[in-house]
């Protein structure tokens, strides 16, 4: 492929100016267009240099939709592209682990979604390899400046005892009805599934503000065994919960009632953090449909607080079709915080010895639906 850099458009890294490449960067139905591609845009800091897909066409439009400076067919050339500060990974699960491992093997800082592997061991086997660089997770819900707020109140003691906690989620995915191309979320070795995913998100959030969960007891359901393929007629069969309860300890001390369900219609999209306290209480809520992770989110309180910052990012991709309106804030959060790791040295970004904490947290929430016994 010809070299299609722009010579004066490339910079170095002493300038402040991170060169980011996203693989998994589509036109069509793309979360990395929807939401990564606003969220460097809004950034001067960023300059996206380059995207890859696994097919030529599809990497060309990328390339001519977003702005990239190059185009790849092969995810691994961009991996190896010298001039590439910032490899994102966007790609299904099972594919993390290959890029992932390229990424950092060369010396490139990571962006991955999460989840980062599909298992435990693979997560692991990552965040090893990742060493001193520079990683990001996509548990990007707990970067949200609404969460960030949320979190600085209880830690500075201002609702008093944290006497209870409720959690009200809910997704749109995982119900009855998909798409082929979501299929494999419904495919145990996928990794991808709605405990990953969307109880990945929710216990992740609960966690930035009320402290890691130190007990966890769980009962899962699988509501829809069959789901219909709204584009080919066809049934899928699901092999993984669509539906969790839960009740959680936090090192706050806080005891935390979680319920997160699926297959809701697109306009009942609900999330509720209640935190009551014996000198206040706090709320967290947002109404996306996707989830937590993916739209802001409103805090109020009977106490005073600082508004929450304004977010980095705002904008939606030139693709991105209206479901993913407001997914660039909580990814352009990761990003600025990855920047301003970068520049100065520092390791503040979640990354991913984060990505095996919540890894193995959901692990445990799996064991003790399972088993019916409390983890710990």
Do not use: C, M
């Given at each position: 492929m010809p070299d299609r850099r722009r010579r004066n458009g490339v910079h170095s890294m002493s300038s402040n100016v991170i060169r980011v490449g996203i693989i998994g960067a589509d036109t069509k139905a793309s979360w990395a267009g929807a939401s990564h591609i606003p969220a460097l845009v809004a950034q001067p800091q960023f300059a996206l240099a380059a995207v890859a897909t696994?097919?030529?066409e599809s990497a060309r439009s990328a390339a001519g939709a977003f702005g990239a400076q190059r185009w790849y067919a092969d995810p691994l050339e961009l991996v190896h592209?010298?001039?590439?500060?910032?490899?994102?990974?966007?790609?299904?699960?099972?594919?993390?682990?290959?890029?992932?491992?390229?990424?950092?093997?060369?010396?490139?800082?990571?962006?991955?979604?999460?989840?980062?592997g599909a298992t435990v061991a693979e997560t692991e086997e990552m965040a090893d390899a990742a060493g001193s660089l520079h990683t990001a997770?996509?548990?990007?819900?707990?970067?949200?400046?609404?969460?960030?707020?949320?979190?600085?109140?209880?830690?500075?003691?201002?609702?008093?005892?944290?006497?209870?906690?409720?959690?009200?989620?809910?997704?749109?995915?995982?119900?009855?009805?998909?798409?082929?191309?979501?299929?494999?979320?419904?495919?145990?070795?996928?990794?991808?599934?709605?405990?990953?995913i969307a109880a990945g998100h929710v216990l992740d959030v609960v966690e930035a503000v009320l402290?890691?969960?130190?007990?966890?007891?769980?009962?899962?359901?699988?509501?829809?065994?069959?789901?219909?393929?709204?584009?080919?007629?066809?049934?899928?069969?699901?092999?993984?919960?669509?539906?969790?309860?839960?009740?959680?300890?936090?090192?706050?001390?806080?005891?935390?009632?979680?319920?997160?369900?699926?297959?809701?219609?697109?306009?009942?999209?609900?999330?509720?953090?209640?935190?009551?306290?014996?000198?206040?209480?706090?709320k967290l809520t947002g109404n996306h449909p996707a989830g937590v992770q993916v739209g802001d989110l409103v805090l109020s309180s009977n106490l005073g607080f600082t508004a929450p910052d304004s977010p980095a990012a705002t904008g939606t991709g030139p693709t991105a079709a209206e479901i993913w309106n407001g997914a660039s804030i909580n990814v352009g959060e990761v990003y600025a915080s990855l920047a301003r790791d970068i520049v100065n040295g520092t390791h503040h970004t979640p990354g991913f010895g984060h990505a095996v904490h919540n890894s193995r947290l959901i692990a445990r929430v799996e064991q003790a639906a399972r088993t019916g016994h409390r983890q710990s």
């Open positions: 696994r097919h030529e592209d010298p001039s590439i500060d910032l490899v994102t990974v966007a790609v299904k699960v099972p594919a993390h682990r290959e890029l992932v491992l390229a990424a950092l093997a060369a010396g490139k800082a990571v962006y991955s979604e999460s989840p980062l997770i996509g548990l990007q819900g707990r970067l949200n400046p609404s969460v960030r707020r949320a979190a600085e109140i209880v830690a500075e003691g201002r609702l008093g005892r944290v006497l209870s906690a409720r959690v009200a989620a809910t997704t749109f995915g995982n119900g009855p009805e998909s798409v082929s191309a979501y299929e494999y979320f419904d495919k145990a070795a996928a990794g991808a599934g709605f405990l990953p402290g890691d969960i130190t007990e966890i007891d769980a009962r899962t359901e699988l509501l829809w065994p069959q789901v219909k393929l709204v584009d080919t007629g066809a049934i899928s069969l699901r092999e993984v919960p669509d539906h969790l309860d839960a009740i959680a300890k936090t090192s706050s001390g806080a005891p935390v009632g979680v319920q997160i369900l699926a297959g809701v219609p697109a306009p009942d999209a609900h999330f509720s953090l209640e935190i009551r306290g014996s000198d206040g209480w706090l």
